[in-house]
């Protein structure tokens, strides 16, 4: 057997046997769908000019209307892509068995419309804007051509996270108490560059879970004892995965008793 899929065997037998599985997410699960990431390749969303103008709430505001204009493009590339095979095998790992949560630094959506439910979504989402002044909420679809508040002429901005701002308490607070309880946590498509989400697997690692990682490259770091690595696309390597991690054990499988043949 390749190394390649004696990792793939060993990474369904850890998914077989856990009881609480905690999955993982980052851009590089959406690549497939056409979302580019934003560290990785020629065409990465965070180069240094739009980090400077889009990634924070000082630069969202000096930029407007363009940082405005630039989330809506992103809101409405979201709604125009399709989920792919990741997000597909990620939906059917969640729904074929009890004790899987599901925690994202996605913004896109692509998990849900794939039919995950109770997504934890630690850095918001792409599905509405809102008013940072009064809290009027619009879906990206129906937003007004300015980023002003029909309601009362304050700033429309994304429901994302940006740079310098908190994270939602509570969905950071489930993805913690997931992490530190998980038997296993799989961990796709992330460089791992942003805290506190970054903490999510070591925290599983020092609380005597496994990790699981599958990324074609090893820019996350995540490396020695607990942690296999499949390095591949994460379309390409989560359907056969999940097929063999959720495969109903055999009665007379291997150590059931039956007699060598
Ligand atoms: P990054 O762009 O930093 O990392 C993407 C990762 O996906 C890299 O490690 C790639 O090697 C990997 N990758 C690329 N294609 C892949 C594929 N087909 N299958 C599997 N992996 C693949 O994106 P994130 O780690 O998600 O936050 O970035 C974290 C946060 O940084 C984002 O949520 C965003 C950004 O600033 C906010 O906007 C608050």
């Given at each position: 057997?390749?190394?390649?899929?004696?990792?793939?065997?060993?990474?369904?037998?850890?998914?077989?046997?856990?009881?609480?599985?905690?999955?993982?997410?980052?851009?590089?699960?959406?690549?497939e769908?056409?979302?580019?990431?934003y560290?990785?390749?020629?065409?990465?969303?965070?180069?240094?000019?739009?980090?400077?103008?889009?990634?924070?709430?000082?630069?969202?505001?000096?930029?407007?209307?363009?940082?405005?204009?630039?989330?809506?493009?992103?809101?409405?590339?979201?709604?125009?892509?399709q989920?792919?095979?990741?997000?597909?095998?990620?939906?059917?790992?969640?729904?074929?068995?009890?004790?899987?949560?599901?925690?994202?630094?996605?913004?896109?959506?692509?998990?849900?419309?794939?039919?995950?439910?109770?997504?934890?979504?630690?850095?918001?989402?792409?599905?509405?804007?809102?008013?940072?002044?009064?809290?009027?909420?619009?879906?990206?679809?129906?937003?007004?051509?300015?980023?002003?508040?029909?309601?009362?002429?304050?700033?429309?901005?994304?429901?994302?996270?940006?740079?310098?701002?908190?994270?939602?308490?509570?969905?950071?607070?489930?993805?913690?108490?997931?992490?530190?309880?998980?038997?296993?946590?799989?961990?796709?498509?992330?460089?791992?560059?942003?805290?506190?989400?970054?903490?999510?697997?070591?925290?599983?690692?020092?609380?005597?879970?496994?990790?699981?990682?599958?990324?074609?490259?090893?820019?996350?770091?995540?490396?020695?004892?607990?942690?296999?690595?499949?390095?591949?696309?994460?379309?390409q390597?989560?359907?056969?995965?999940?097929?063999?991690?959720?495969?109903?054990?055999?009665?007379?499988?291997?150590?059931?008793?039956s007699?060598?043949?």
């Open positions: 057997m390749g190394e390649d899929l004696r990792q793939l065997s060993v990474a369904a037998d850890l998914l077989r046997s856990a009881r609480s599985i905690v999955v993982f997410t980052g851009a590089g699960v959406s690549a769908s056409g979302i580019p990431t560290r990785s390749g020629s065409d990465g969303l965070w180069s240094a000019q739009n980090m400077e103008r889009f990634a924070n709430p000082s630069g969202y505001a000096r930029n407007l209307p363009e940082s405005y204009e630039w989330y809506r493009a992103r809101a409405l590339t979201a709604l125009d892509v989920p792919n095979a990741a997000h597909r095998a990620i939906a059917a790992l969640t729904t074929a068995r009890r004790g899987v949560t599901l925690v994202t630094q996605n913004i896109d959506s692509l998990h849900q419309r794939a039919g995950s439910a109770d997504v934890i979504e630690l850095h918001g989402n792409l599905r509405e804007c809102r008013c940072e002044a009064c809290g009027w909420r619009v879906p990206w679809a129906s937003a007004p051509g300015r980023p002003s508040c029909p309601e009362c002429t304050g700033t429309l901005r994304p429901d994302v996270v940006m740079f310098d701002e908190m994270l939602p308490a509570e969905a950071l607070e489930a993805a913690f108490a997931a992490a530190r309880t998980a038997d296993v946590m799989m961990v796709v498509g992330t460089s791992l560059q942003v805290a506190p989400a970054s903490e999510l697997p070591r925290l599983a690692l020092r609380a005597g879970g496994r990790v699981i990682v599958v990324n074609p490259d090893e820019q996350d770091g995540l490396t020695g004892p607990g942690v296999v690595r499949l390095p591949g696309k994460a379309g390597v989560l359907p056969p995965l999940v097929a063999s991690a959720t495969l109903a054990p055999s009665a007379e499988g291997p150590g059931a008793g007699p060598a043949s």
